[in-house]
Structure formats: structure tokens, C-alpha cells
């Protein structure tokens, strides 16, 4: 049985994504092909119930640069900024998505969170998702659909952070000790983008 502890990308996902400078962590552009990338685009653009999160954040209450929706198998919950998240259903659309890319990266989800980026203001800071209920070692598959933003990525202590492009339909794969040893973002832009919609799957094993 493969555990988080064991896990390791299928070689035929290796061949199609490329290393990106930084250990346990995979980036395979045009993982969903256009067509398909478009369609989730379209259905999660119209009908996810999309929220303005509100969080903590050295002491002060702030709403996040960013809308949200969360999905996931019936009952799934994840708890993050001190706040528990109760997945909505999965649609028909971002369901199968979820099984494929279950699938594809030999590895199964309940979970996803979903970020809608409306234009080069809207931005995640730097984080890890580190959570204790993704265990110690977690996998995340991040899926961008819509407009290219850049995503960097940096060590957690110390150290410059390096930087590569977000394409439509393209998956970034964390796993391992990366989201220990290191933290991402996707910055804000002064330049003129379109929206983007990043889908952020894992295991949470919480059922609320």
C-alpha cells in the first residue's frame, strides 16, 4: 500500500512534467487538454458559490484578495487560518477532474480548494499547506485554468525563491517534505490578465 511517506509520482507523469530546481515538486504543463481545460473553466466561472474570505491575520480581521469555493466527497472538511471549511459536493465536472487527476499522479482526494483570481490585483501569499489535517507529508495537485499568473516558490528559512509561469490547464505537484521545507505564492501583477481559477486538491481525512 502506498502511504504519503512512500509516495512518488508514475513514471509516465515524470516524462510529461519537468523538474523545477526544488525537490518533490513536479510542474506538467497541458496536463488537461485546451478543450477540456476551457469547459472547467466555463462551469466553475458560472456556478461555483464563490465567497469572500474573512481570517485573522496578526491580530486584525482581513478579507482575502481572492474568491473561494470548496468541494469534496460528502462530509469532507478542512480546517485552515483557524477556521474549518465543510466541502460542498463535488459538481459533475470538477468531480471528474478530481478522479483523473486521482488517477493520473497514482494517488486519491476529497478535497478541493478552489481560488478565483479576477485580475493581477487579486493574489495568495506566501504559505504551505501544511496543515496537521493533510498529515505529515501531504500531496497537492494545483490545477490553473484561465489566465498565466507566476507562481514562485521559496525555502521555508531562508533563501532566494524562483519563479516559473502558470499555463492554462497545467498541474503543479507537491509531495514529500516540500510543503515543510518550503513556501509558495502567486504574487500580484501590474500587468493586464484575465481571470484565473486555481483548483488545489488533497486528502484531509477530516469528515465533519
Request: glycine content about 10%; overall charge positive.
Amino acid at each position: 500500500m502506498i502511504t504519503a511517506m512512500t509516495y512518488a509520482p508514475p513514471c509516465e507523469l515524470r516524462r510529461a512534467g519537468r523538474e523545477v530546481g526544488v525537490p518533490q515538486v513536479l510542474y506538467v504543463p497541458g496536463f488537461l487538454p485546451p478543450r477540456q481545460a476551457d469547459a472547467l473553466l466555463r462551469d466553475l466561472l458560472a456556478a461555483a458559490r464563490w465567497q469572500r474570505e474573512r481570517f485573522m491575520l496578526f491580530g486584525r480581521e482581513v478579507t482575502a484578495p481572492r474568491l473561494t469555493a470548496w468541494y469534496g466527497e460528502q462530509g469532507a472538511s478542512y480546517r485552515y487560518s483557524g477556521v474549518t471549511r465543510r466541502a460542498e459536493r463535488w459538481p459533475a465536472a470538477i468531480g471528474a477532474v478530481a478522479r483523473e487527476i486521482g488517477e493520473r499522479v497514482a494517488w486519491s482526494f476529497d478535497f478541493a480548494l478552489v481560488n478565483r483570481f479576477r485580475d493581477g490585483r487579486d493574489m495568495l501569499g506566501w504559505h504551505s499547506d501544511d496543515e496537521a489535517d493533510l498529515g505529515p507529508e501531504p500531496v497537492i495537485a494545483s490545477l490553473t485554468l484561465g489566465a498565466e499568473r507566476i507562481f514562485r516558490i521559496r525555502p521555508r528559512n531562508s533563501g532566494a525563491s524562483i519563479g516559473w509561469t502558470l499555463g492554462h490547464g497545467s498541474l503543479v505537484l507537491m509531495w514529500g517534505a516540500s510543503q515543510r521545507d518550503y513556501k509558495h505564492a502567486v504574487p500580484r501583477t501590474r500587468r493586464a490578465v484575465g481571470e484565473r481559477i486555481n483548483c488545489t486538491f488533497r486528502r484531509t481525512g477530516l469528515r465533519g
